[in-house]
């Protein structure tokens, strides 16, 4: 993920009024966004009721401020600069720790609800960014061509020959494996990213040996509490060509290209996220399934501590199953014998 460089004028006075803090400040801090020991330590607590509204992106492409909580204190994430931790002197009103004259204080400008809309350092003010979906809704890609005609077409193409040898394809149910294995697959919706339902059954499959891991990474899981709330997994090649022929080209990053497959196509891939096994609801994470922003990635220093703590858990359990993360998509892991299948292109009515 890169983020622009910040301004020199506006990095001078965060570097003046962050300085103070020191190495020894930020090394109490927990290591986020890199697995770091989720696992063992237990999930922080929501963050305060007044820092929440607070959490977000602010200022231009070129000089951009990600406003993040951790361990209860609102911290600055200037790209290129120093974090500075946050004092909060009165409501919406900030100075750095360690700080005492309060010359480089922070202010927000806050809407009805709350919901900060701007933040001020010093003499310049920053609007908060509009990054993902500020409803919680999926971001939408508007089609090119009508899906009908896109479908039409797909399902009468051809997959990309591939030299083999593979092995013999055994595409089986997660939730055949594990009845504790929830699903919400987007595409068979309207709720995805191009506003259209792509798959005629809302069902997850993988290849045995991913499929096995995923129920040995629920089982571990259930143990902390959570249990794996599954997107996609399997998709045929029909699917991964509608996407790319739906798509405008400058929209072609956030779709794989049918003329090489993807690992969803080859029953290698799952989209997956975390539940409270108390509740029933979906864990709270940095961005939406999806979403195509930076906080999507799986490194991102922004959001709260406990949408970290939840997204690093996921990311630590998978990857001790054989997984390994998209670096742009938490949600998004690979099993490790992927190049062992060929691409794939059976409907989902007619897997065994």
Not at 157 to 163: G, M, S, V
């Amino acid at each position: 993920m890169r983020i622009p460089r910040t301004s020199s004028i506006l990095r001078a006075g965060l570097l003046a009024a962050s300085l103070s803090l020191g190495a020894a400040c930020r090394a109490t801090m927990p290591a986020q966004g890199t697995g770091g020991d989720a696992r063992l330590d237990p999930a922080p607590p929501p963050p305060p009721a007044s820092l929440a509204p607070l959490v977000g992106e602010y200022g231009p492409d070129t000089a951009i401020i990600i406003v993040f909580e951790r361990d209860g204190v609102l911290w600055l994430h200037p790209a290129g600069s120093v974090e500075a931790a946050l004092a909060e002197v009165a409501p919406g009103r900030f100075t750095p720790l360690r700080n005492d004259d309060g010359r480089s204080g922070v202010t927000f400008t806050q809407d009805a609800s709350g919901r900060a809309t701007a933040m001020a350092i010093g003499a310049r003010t920053l609007t908060r960014r509009r990054v993902g979906p500020e409803g919680g809704n999926q971001l939408v890609i508007t089609p090119v061509r009508p899906i009908v005609d896109v479908r039409r077409e797909a399902l009468a193409a051809t997959p990309p020959a591939e030299a083999g040898p593979f092995r013999r394809a055994d595409l089986v149910e997660l939730t055949r494996l594990d009845s504790s294995i929830k699903l919400d697959i987007r595409y068979a919706t309207s709720n995805n990213l191009f506003g259209t339902p792509f798959y005629t059954q809302a069902r997850a499959f993988l290849q045995r040996p991913a499929a096995e891991a995923v129920v040995r990474a629920s089982a571990e899981l259930h143990r902390l509490g959570y249990g794996l709330l599954v997107h996609d997994g399997y998709r045929p090649w029909s699917v991964t060509k509608m996407f790319w022929d739906a798509a405008p080209p400058d929209k072609h990053g956030f779709v794989a290209d049918p003329a090489l497959g993807s690992k969803h196509n080859r029953g290698e891939a799952v989209d997956i996220t975390l539940y409270d096994l108390r509740t029933g609801a979906p864990a709270d994470m940095p961005s939406t399934y999806d979403e195509t922003t930076d906080r999507a990635a799986a490194r991102y220093v922004g959001g709260t501590s406990r949408q970290r703590w939840h997204r690093d858990l996921l990311r630590r359990v998978m990857e001790s199953q054989g997984f390994t993360v998209l670096p742009a998509e938490w949600w998004h892991f690979d099993y490790a014998d992927w190049k062992s299948y060929a691409i794939g292109n059976v409907p989902f009515e007619r897997i065994p």
